[in-house]
């Protein structure tokens, strides 16, 4: 059958409301003043852009969600954005005391969303201004959150940045690629206008490929600075995957930020393909645009990488779960997909729309051929971890611009100091330095051998 759109637009967009409503301000007092105000709190060195949780938690407290949000703005450039999407489970909130206590831990992820709300319903220019000119210009490929906390970070330090971005518009996951009702496109565009004004230069709806592109960088420019993320989505390599209706995760999601809800093309009975945090978001929204979904993943439940509280949103949103199956064909009729075969079943998955979140290709190959000879070159965010999360990508970027900012002849680049860490011997930089994620600190903890 043809794809079509399901739901109508007011249906479609009640689905896609947000999952939490943001906190009222005697909400957020309240929730403040549990903190325990720890000394180099376990949620900072949890947080890879080291924001001082403790001290904006505080100011919140004494009712200064401005002086809040600046002080996120100093360690976290997209701390609005940050503030929907991080996975605060396994990061701050993971390693926040009082969960040793059996409490309920702080929601961090809901009071900075709190105070960077209250910034920008203000005006509030959070990230400060660029330092006097050092006559320095740096190339940042990729306008993705590491691209632009880099670039952010040398416009601050006094470079002259300009961003090459192959896109139409800035952002990277957080525009594209973070389901809709976590991140709205309109809300990562709105974060990323202050950037805009530390006097950054763009150049969109460029694509660099080529070694003569990347020379040509490099004589312009007195370092390059290459965030563009991983690459296209693997392929699974069986029978039937060019078939109408079998398509990226990613780009049904992407999809999903470009098109209204009510125009979007979705199947009745969608298969997702992948044990990841990307499957999770086509599943969910797929089931919000009306579709029957099943995620199909190879292995068990307990092997899947997406986190166990996005499993359970899925499983709210009625997705189904099928383990230890893998797709060895997708079945047409009349030229059309109408099932997945899964090795070892007798009946196959019946289903008119596949969305594969087997993860994206690595782009070791654009380096060498785009930059044979590295020298000046940086590289950070996906493109050099892997893929991991938005506050990772961030943290990297920061820590990539004080480098530059070093190979240039520059000083006194430091993370800014952290209020509640003072006394430590270095009270800057923890968790941009080492980022702690709790629960695997504590999966390594338990598997250690004891006495």
């Known amino acids: ?41 376990p949620c900072i060195h949890a947080c890879p852009t080291g924001i001082d949780v403790p001290s904006f938690i505080g100011r919140i407290a004494e009712g200064r969600e401005l002086a809040a949000a600046k002080l996120i703005g100093e360690a ?11 996975p605060t489970q396994v990061l701050c909130e993971g390693a926040c005391v009082l969960k040793d206590r059996d409490e309920k831990p702080i929601e961090i992820g809901r009071l900075q969303r709190h105070a960077t709300d209250a910034a920008s319903a203000a005006g509030l220019r959070v990230l400060g201004r660029a330092a006097p000119a050092t006559g320095k210009r740096v190339a940042v490929i990729g306008g993705g959150p590491a691209g632009l906390s880099c670039a952010a970070d040398l416009a601050r330090l006094g470079h002259a940045v300009t961003i090459v971005e192959r896109h139409a518009q800035l952002g990277g996951l957080n525009t594209y690629g973070i389901a809709r009702y976590k991140l709205t496109m309109e809300d990562s565009l709105e974060e990323i206008r202050h950037i805009k004004e530390l006097g950054i230069a763009f150049r969109m709806g460029v694509e660099i490929g080529s070694a003569a ?33 079998v398509m ?60 166990d509280f996005e499993r359970a949103i899925a499983r709210q949103d009625g997705v189904r779960f099928m383990f230890d199956a893998v797709p060895v064909a ?72 004080f480098a530059i900012h070093a190979a240039l002849g520059g000083s006194g680049a430091l993370p800014p100091l952290q209020p509640s860490r003072l006394g430590m011997p270095e009270p800057r930089g923890a968790g941009l330095v080492k980022p702690v994620r709790s629960h695997e600190a504590e999966r390594v903890w338990r598997s250690a051998p004891r006495g």
């Open 1 to 41: 059958m043809t794809l079509k759109p399901i739901l109508c637009a007011s249906e479609a967009q009640a689905n896609f409301a947000e999952l939490q409503q943001p906190l009222t301000a005697s909400q957020a007092r309240i929730e403040a003043s549990r903190c325990l105000n720890c000394f180099d709190a």
């Open 76 to 86: 976290n450039l997209l701390g609005a954005s940050c503030a929907r999407v991080c």
């Open 213 to 245: 592109e990347g020379q040509a960088l490099l004589k312009e420019f007195d370092a390059v600075f290459v965030a563009i993320g991983l690459g296209t989505g693997n392929a699974l390599g069986i029978e039937g995957e060019s078939l109408p209706g």
């Open 248 to 307: 990226d995760a990613l780009s049904f999601i992407r999809e999903v930020h470009e098109r209204p809800l009510h125009e979007i093309s979705v199947g009745e009975r969608v298969v997702v393909i992948g044990g990841g945090n990307t499957a999770i978001d086509a599943a969910t929204q797929s089931a919000r645009l009306g579709a029957q979904v099943t995620i199909v993943y190879r292995r068990t439940e307990g092997d899947m990488s997406a986190y």
């Open 330 to 401: 997708f079945v047409a009729r009349e030229g059309r997909l109408c099932a997945v075969r899964i090795a070892g079943l007798a009946t196959d998955i019946p289903c008119d729309m596949v969305l594969k979140a087997i993860g994206q290709s690595k782009r070791a190959d654009w380096l060498a051929r785009v930059f044979p000879v590295r020298d000046r070159v940086f590289v950070g965010g996906d493109f050099a971890n892997g893929g991991r999360e938005v506050v990772n990508a961030i943290g990297e970027g920061r820590n990539a611009a």
